[in-house]
């Protein structure tokens, strides 16, 4: 009976995404999932929706008659007190809420606990590193799988020997569609891959850092449309500085600019590295060997930073969130409002501010990262890694057991917890335009990881975030002083990884 209820529910749940889908025909064409990672065609952004979908469901190649015997399989991953944004609603609920994600993640974990007999449990913890250590040195196998900050207590754990190489764990089967492609390419070092992301999650889909801006402000202003811009290939940084000339104002005629007034663009200083990477040139590069290289003097890297730091720099023309953080409560989101009030046209945000304009009564877009200027081929954006989680095994786990039961759990999202997110909450819900579901398919395609980001040897990334907030245009002297130390700490970490084998 249990089993027959189960079914039952799942069902329901689907039939509901269905439903919420607009009751899309099987022989529909068009790609209403995240694409698959690759490089998109600037004059065809939507170049995957056209693609023949398979006509039978892809199943995980794991056995069916397994049986763990009620085994507790428990997943470490990050409480509010790590931030009340960046925690993980994506691995554990307790019972059904009513909210579409939630019960994308309660229906999938229902399934699979029956498929092989356990029962999966969330730990929440604010400082996930020192927890996630005191078990592997004590043995003592507290948690089966890791889901916590990637630029942090992942990065961490991997230099350390503390986590299994994906590659090498029973019933992994990377190439599957419910792995992000892209996170396997450029998160491995070595050709091992500690890490990865998976549909299992949707905080990396919040942490895919986008262009939002309002709607009204380009109706009353008359300006160029950046739907067409992005699919000419002519959205780029110039472009889009240009388009928002005519917006900063001193509203409340103090003389000063304030966070009251009006401005070209809205940002914080920590996201400064998402926009350098939309020229497609990362901080952190490989070589033939999959080893990090440092690229930090590429020319291109210095002529993205310059221009972006400039235009962060400009308080006049630029609000920075952390400049008003002292004097609200919540500043993200008064950014928001900020926005919403027309005193902003451009605001550089992860997606998961997609879901909070819900509350919001004003006509919005979303965009990719523009591009340097228009002879780049592709658009990049960028996944903030100090705001998302990474999927890592830790050493202490059975590896047959983990791997089976977590290659299990990632395909059933790709059913499940996927479309509940990208279908039902951000295409039918939130977004108010079927411009935005193109955009949404074309950020998705060009989502990207840098591995500078990811392990902040020598604080590199430190170094670009604090700049802006210093006003400090001065990069190549901010490099240079912490050049030593990053070279240390990555020469540190090779050859942790070349240890750990």
């Not at 009751?23 to 065809?44: F, I, L």
């Not at 279908?423 to 500078?452: A, P």
Request: charged share 30%; net charge negative; glycine share 4%.
């Amino acid at each position: 009976m249990k089993k027959i209820c189960l079914f039952l529910a799942v069902v329901i749940f689907a039939g509901l995404l269905f439903a919420a889908c607009g009751g899309k025909n099987e022989n529909d064409t068009k790609n209403t999932s995240p694409p698959e990672a690759q490089n998109v065609n600037n004059d065809s952004p939507d170049s995957n929706d056209t693609e023949e979908k398979p006509t039978e469901k892809l199943m995980p190649d794991v056995p069916d008659d397994k049986d763990f015997d009620s085994y507790e399989f428990v997943i470490l991953g990050n409480s509010t007190d790590y931030n009340p944004y960046w925690y993980s609603k994506d691995i554990y609920v307790e019972d059904q809420t009513g909210d579409t994600i939630e019960d994308a993640v309660y229906y999938r974990n229902r399934a699979i606990e029956e498929k092989f007999n356990i029962e999966i449990m969330g730990i929440l913890k604010g400082n996930q590193y020192n927890e996630a250590k005191k078990s592997i040195n004590s043995g003592d196998n507290s948690y089966d799988m890791f889901t916590v900050p990637l630029q942090g207590a992942t990065a961490m754990l991997a230099q350390d020997g503390s986590l299994m190489d994906l590659k090498k764990v029973p019933y992994i089967d990377l190439d599957k569609p419910w792995w992000d492609q892209r996170a396997n390419e450029q998160l491995s070092i070595g050709h091992k891959l500690m890490f990865t992301i998976s549909d299992l999650l949707i905080i990396d889909k919040d942490a895919l850092f986008i262009f939002l801006f309002n709607k009204d402000v380009i109706q009353d202003q008359n300006l160029d449309d950046p739907y067409k811009l992005v699919r000419e290939g002519k959205w780029t940084i110039d472009k889009m500085w240009d388009m928002a000339k005519d917006m900063s104002k001193d509203i409340d005629g103090d003389g000063k600019m304030t966070d009251v007034d009006s401005y070209r663009m809205l940002t914080a200083g920590h996201t400064i590295h998402g926009n350098i990477v939309g020229s497609g040139h990362f901080v952190i590069t490989k070589d033939k060997d999959d080893m990090p290289v440092l690229n930090i003097t590429d020319p291109m890297i210095l002529a993205s930073y310059d221009k972006w730091l400039t235009m962060i720099s400009d308080r006049n023309n630029t609000w920075v969130a952390q400049d008003w953080d002292s004097k609200h409560d919540d500043i993200w989101m008064y950014q928001l409002e900020v926005l919403s009030e027309r005193r902003g046209l451009w605001l550089y945000a992860g997606m998961d501010r997609v879901t909070t304009l819900r509350t919001f009564d004003f006509n919005f877009g979303i965009l990719p990262n523009p591009k340097f200027d228009e002879t780049q081929t592709d658009y990049y954006n960028h996944v903030h890694a100090w705001c998302t989680t990474a999927i890592s095994i830790p050493v202490t786990s059975d590896p047959e057991r983990t791997g089976m039961i977590l290659e299990a759990l990632t395909a059933e999202s790709y059913y499940t917890l996927r479309p509940a997110y990208y279908e039902v909450s951000l295409k039918t819900k939130f977004l108010r335009d079927d411009e935005s579901e193109e955009m949404l398919d074309l950020i998705f395609n060009t989502r990207c990881y840098d591995l500078g980001h990811v392990y902040n040897w020598g604080g590199v990334f430190d170094m670009f975030s604090q700049l802006p907030l210093r006003k400090n245009n001065d990069f190549v002297s901010s490099y240079e002083k912490i050049l030593p130390k990053i070279e240390k700490d990555m020469e540190k970490a090779i050859q942790n990884f070349l240890e750990n084998d």
